[in-house]
Structures are given as C-alpha cells and as structure tokens.
C-alpha cells in the first residue's frame, strides 16, 4: 500500500438530488494498491460517491482524478484503468457465461485470457450457462469477472459477496487479497463487518453524505470503542470512584447491580484483584472485546446491514 502516491484522490465532492443533500463535501485519497473500504447505512451516499468516481454520475462540485485521470474529461482512459462490479448487472437472459466474458475482454488491448477469468472467479464448469440459468451468486462471480477481465489498476466492488454461501465467500475474500497482492487497487463497498476487518487496509465510514472517520479498522475500533468492556454483577454498594481510578479503565456504567466498566490492557485481573481487595462480592464476569460493529453503530447511530436502495 503506497498512500503517498493515491489511485483515487475525492476532493471536496458535493450533489444535491432534487434538494436532498446526498454527499456534502467528501473527501477521500486511496492509496495505490490497498483495499479500501467504504462503510455507512443507507442513504450515507457511498453508492453516490462511487458512482461519481466511475464517472456516471456528475457532482455538483468538487473533484475526483482517478491515477491522475478525471472520470469526466477523459472518459475512454478512464474505462482502461478502471474496473466496476456494480450491486446488480443484468446481461441477456440467453448470453452464456464464456460468450460474456469473451465480448468484455474484446474492449481492452491486453484482457485476461477467458479461460483463466472464469477459473479465477469458479464459473468453469459454468461457461456453457446462459446467464437466466445462473444462481445469485453466480451473476455475481461473472459481475466481477467482467470488471476484472480488462486488467484495470483500479476495481471498484460493490457488495461483493452478496448471495454467496461461507465457502464461495471465503474463497473470494481470497480472491481479492490475491489481486491485492499483485498490485490492484480494490475500492470495497461493504455491509458485512467481517468482511471489512478481513480484507481492508483501511476503511472511510460515513454518514449524512459525509466521512465521519478514517483509518485501519483496528484504529477505528480503539479511538471508538477502546480496548474492551468488563461486565459483572455485585451485591450492595458499587464502588464506581475507586473503579474508575484504576489502571486501563476510561469509563464506568451502573444499570442496578449490574456494572460495565470499559478501557484497554487486562483488565479483567486489575478489576477482580480490586474488588477482592475492597471485599466487595461479585460474579458472572463477562467480557466483550470492541468490534468494528461497535465503531459502525457509535459512529453512524445505526446497526451494519443494508435493507433499502442506498444512495
């Protein structure tokens, strides 16, 4: 990963739709060869912003130059550099898996053999299938085909993984790290946590059309959440003053006889070591590490998940 020198750099990106404010103000730089993430719930405008870095869609204002190129100036060197699976392709219902990726790799000076396109997305054994006989999963393996098929420097993937089993997910997260490995740069729209904190060098969430941080997911989660939280039960007084003077801890909640004391290092040791010393009684110790789920809802004040169109 070299941010010094982006792939993408976003500046000051804004659009209004019919007076809605959809991005206001964006900025982003993505460095090459890193996979980036861009997280959010719906209506944050990620798909807004990745449509605008494909050059579908005009911003209002603002700017975006894709390894130097503007999306809106230089339109046919855009698509020999760029590679985009989009959330949902429909091709011919009778055009068949190998006729597809043959016709993509027509539009590019030096394509991927189709061959090895199909065994590198495990569509093989499909490439006699029309594209109406193929499962969700599979339209979208042939998506990514014909994104990738063009060897662009930059592939923008857009919920990768929807409608694939755990296997087929696991063996595209592989993928991906793969073309990562060789040199591509990987724009990666995601709703799956998991996902991200697998595969991201680093992440931009946003929110309301804005980000509202960025940084290694690991990063995300220790400025966010911290380290962990320490849950357990007493009986009687609470010593919250002398909880929250310990080592580690930066935060202390009371709900009744339940206690949640938060902060970093091991503080389940320091915590029971305490309350051993002071006499109070306690159990059922529970302990709960931060996860980029806790960043995703504290930052956006939603839960992961994608139910509605997102713009």
């Known amino acids: ?7 993408i750099e976003v500046r000051q990106l804004r659009k209004t739709y019919r007076g809605t404010t959809a991005l206001d103000g964006v900025d982003l730089t993505v460095g090459t060869g890193e996979i980036f993430g861009i997280l959010g719930p719906n209506g944050a405008g990620k798909t807004t912003t990745v449509e605008i870095i494909e050059g579908l869609t005009s911003p209002d204002s603002g700017s975006v130059h894709v390894l130097g190129i503007d999306p809106f100036a230089d339109r046919d060197a855009l698509r020999q550099v760029l590679g985009a699976q989009l959330q949902e392709s429909r091709l011919p219902a009778k055009l068949r898996v190998r006729e597809a990726v043959k016709l993509y790799a027509s539009f590019y000076p030096d394509p991927v053999p189709v061959d090895e396109m199909l065994e590198r997305v495990g569509l093989t054994d499909k490439r006699s299938t029309p594209f109406e006989g193929l499962s969700g999963g599979q339209q979208q393996r042939l998506s990514i085909a014909l994104a990738l098929v063009g060897r662009p420097k930059v ?15 696991r063996a595209m997260w592989q993928t991906i790290l793969d073309l990562r490995d060789s040199g591509l740069t ?24 804005r980000i509202v941080a960025t940084d290694t997911t690991g990063g995300i989660i220790e400025s966010t959440v911290g380290g962990q939280r320490v849950t357990f039960d007493v009986a009687g007084r609470v010593p919250v003053a002398d909880l929250e003077r310990l080592p580690g801890v930066t935060g202390v909640e009371v709900d009744g006889s339940t206690v949640h004391v938060l902060g970093r290092g091991d503080l389940v040791t320091a915590i029971t070591g305490a309350l051993h010393g002071w006499g109070v009684g306690y159990e059922r110790v529970r302990v709960h590490q931060g996860t980029l789920d806790d960043a995703f809802l504290q930052l956006t004040g939603t839960a992961a998940g994608r139910t509605e169109e997102d713009r």
Do not use: K, S
């Open 1 to 7: 990963m070299n941010v010094a020198t982006p792939a």
């Open 155 to 169: 592939a923008i993937l857009d919920e990768v993984t929807t409608g694939l089993d755990p296997t087929a997910r």
């Open 186 to 209: 990987v724009v990666l729209i995601t709703h799956f946590m998991e996902e991200a904190e697998r595969l991201c060098d680093r992440v931009a969430l946003m929110r309301g059309g």
